[in-house]
Nanobody, 119 residues
């Protein structure tokens, strides 16, 4: 059974930091591209960051470049999102997403973790 479990969300002041984790189970983690998405109230879900199955390449939304860093630890079947210099507009539910990098391109979502940036 494929499972993605996010953790690490919470309330933080502007300028603060949080590290999100996504623990994966039930599939061959090293064969999957992993991503973080977020969805703020009244807005569409948007891609925040992604990392290839090899971990050799990452990509980021323009709004988080230079502030967020995504990484993966295949030994722990876990991906991370280090978020620094947080802004109120980063407030959202953050979701972990897994997509197999080759056919049959199966995919799965986590349940999400709330991040609130407020003074």
């Amino acid at each position: 059974q494929v499972q993605l479990v996010e953790s690490g969300g919470g309330l933080v002041q502007p300028g603060g930091s949080l590290r999100l984790s996504c623990a994966a189970s039930g599939f061959t983690f090293s064969r999957y591209t992993m991503s973080w998405y977020r969805q703020a109230p009244g807005k569409e879900r948007e891609l925040v960051a992604g990392i290839t199955s090899s971990g050799g390449s990452t990509n980021y939304a323009d709004s988080v470049k230079g502030r967020f860093t995504m990484s993966r630890d295949d030994a722990k079947n876990t991906v991370y999102l280090q978020m620094n210099s947080l802004k109120p507009e980063d407030t959202a539910v953050y979701y972990c997403y897994a997509r197999r990098s080759s056919w049959p391109y199966t995919n799965s979502w986590g349940q999400g973790t709330q991040v609130t940036v407020s003074s």
